[in-house]
């Protein structure tokens, strides 16, 4: 099983930029695809990023194409989400997740989850 903590949460004024980080330790990091969710106070959780084990394919939705971008590390077994141009609805804790198929949209395709980080952006 591996284990995921996520880092770089916290206050960022709109327009602003944001590093959210995600060490995994346990397992071959590079034998998992990852991705990044988020989740508002009395909203479901949804997918912001996925990427696959080489990094060589990404997914993103429309809310966030363009300002976000996932990477991976897999030589330091971590996991990045890079945000630019950050709206007050971007605000939400984010949650790294591993799994065995790229680009799941359900958080039950997921094994393993970090705690989450949170992220606010000021208007």
């Known amino acids: 099983q591996v284990h995921l903590r996520e880092s770089g949460g916290g206050l960022v004024q709109a327009e602003g930029s944001l590093r959210l980080s995600c060490e995994a330790s346990?397992?071959?990091?590079?034998?998992?695809?990852l991705a990044w969710f988020r989740q508002a106070p009395g909203k479901e959780r949804e997918l912001v990023a996925a990427?696959?084990?080489?990094?060589?394919?990404?997914y993103y939705p429309d809310f966030v194409k363009g300002r976000f971008t996932i990477s991976r590390d897999n030589a330091e077994s971590t996991l990045y989400l890079q945000m630019n141009s950050l709206k007050p609805e971007d605000t939400a804790v984010y949650y790294c997740?591993?799994?065995?198929?790229?680009?799941?949209?359900?958080?039950?395709?997921?094994?393993?989850w970090g705690q989450g980080t949170q992220v606010t952006v000021s208007s």
């Open positions: 990427i696959s084990w080489a990094g060589g394919s990404t």
């Open positions: 997740a591993a799994g065995h198929r790229f680009g799941a949209l359900t958080k039950s395709d997921y094994i393993s």
């Open positions: 346990g397992g071959v990091f590079s034998n998992y695809a």
